[in-house]
Each structure stands twice: as C-alpha cells, then as structure tokens.
C-alpha cells in the first residue's frame, strides 16, 4: 500500500514537471513575437522620421515658392508703378507742348525762348526720371537676387544635409539589422539551453 502511494506521487510529480511539445513551441513563439514587434517598432520609427523629413523638405520647397512668386508681383507691382509713371509724363509733356501750340499763335518771339526752355526741362526730367529708376531699382533687385540665392543655398543644403542623415542611418541601419537578429538567435539559444537544463534536471 505504502509503494502505490508512493508510485503515485512520483507519478503526479512526473505529470507536473515534465514540459509537454507545446510549450517548448509558445516559449519560441513569444520571443518570435517579442523580436517581431521591436523591429516592427523600429521600421515604423525610420518611416515616421523620413515621412517628417519629406514633409520638411516639402514645405520649404512652397515657401520658397510663395517667396518668388511674391517677389514676382513686387516686381509687377514696380513694373506697373513705373509704367504709370511715364503714362503721367508723356501726358504732362503732351499739355505743355498743346500749350506752346497756344502762345506760338499769340507771341511767336517769346515763345522761341519758352521752346528751348521747354526742351531742355523736358530733357531734364527724363534724365532725372531714368536716374531715380536706376536709383531706386538697383538696390530692390540686388536684395531679391540675394534673398534668391540664399533660398536657393539653404533648399540645397538642407536637402544634401537630410540626404545624408538618411544615408548615414541606412549604414548603421544594417548594423542594427545584424545586431538584432543576433540577440534573436541569443534569445532563442537562451531559451533552448533553459529547456535542455529542465530536461536534464527532470531526468536526474
């Protein structure tokens, strides 16, 4: 009676202690899964990073974009000024010859003087005209194409810099890769070695 009981309490021991097939297999798939979200975490991080790097580099591309454009209406705005400009002197010039027509009939002598007079103002004023264009002009396109250049500067270097950035992760990319699948295949021999030593207890 006693060695019954005793036959089957080592017999419950032995139920107990024994691994069944399945468990060796979920022990190897939690690690699978373990291992899988962490790269799955890491390919979304790398995603996130260059979808906000696009992104980045999009839109400096439409502010620069917006920068020529309203540069380019300033430049209209100018072209429209100036062209008003002369609209105005050609009028102006156009009533003081229609007033010479007027005091050529009335003063043919007083108006010989008033003639070269007229000429050498109209002259004047042109010349004057065309010095505050070039004036006012030169400076207003010496800015743009230095605000240009700097836009064009800094567009290329941020895109060479994140270019870069990118080729830089990319090398230690597969660094990271080799790294990881080597912990996966630590984990894995971890956790065979764990099976083989309660397997090896289990027998003694």
Excluded: C
């Excluded at 050529?104 to 002598?109: A, H, N, Q, S, T």
Aim: hydrophobic share 35%.
């Amino acid at each position: 009676m006693a060695q019954k009981k005793i036959e089957a309490v080592s017999t419950s021991e032995d139920k107990t202690i024994i691994p069944t097939a399945e468990e060796p297999k979920m022990k190897g798939l939690f690690v699978d899964t373990l291992w899988n979200q962490y790269e799955q975490s890491l390919e979304r991080a790398r995603r996130l990073r260059e979808s906000r790097e696009d992104a980045y580099i999009s839109a400096l591309k439409e502010v620069i974009k917006f920068n020529k454009q309203y540069r380019q209406s300033l430049g209209n705005l100018y072209d429209q000024t100036r062209k008003t400009n002369q609209d105005v002197l050609t009028e102006l010039m156009h009533q003081l010859n229609a007033r010479k027509d007027e005091l050529m009939k009335e003063e043919v002598k007083m108006e010989a003087e008033m003639l070269t007079e007229r000429a050498e103002l109209k002259n004047q004023l042109k010349e004057v005209t065309k010095q505050l264009e070039n004036v006012v002009l030169t400076p207003v396109k010496s800015v743009f194409r230095i605000i240009e250049e700097i836009e064009e500067n800094f567009e290329r270097n941020t895109e060479s810099n994140i270019a870069y950035a990118r080729e830089r992760r990319n090398a230690w990319q597969h660094v990271t890769d080799e790294y990881i699948k080597m912990a996966r295949n630590a984990h894995h021999e971890i956790l065979n070695r764990g099976k083989r030593s309660i397997k090896e207890l289990v027998k003694n």
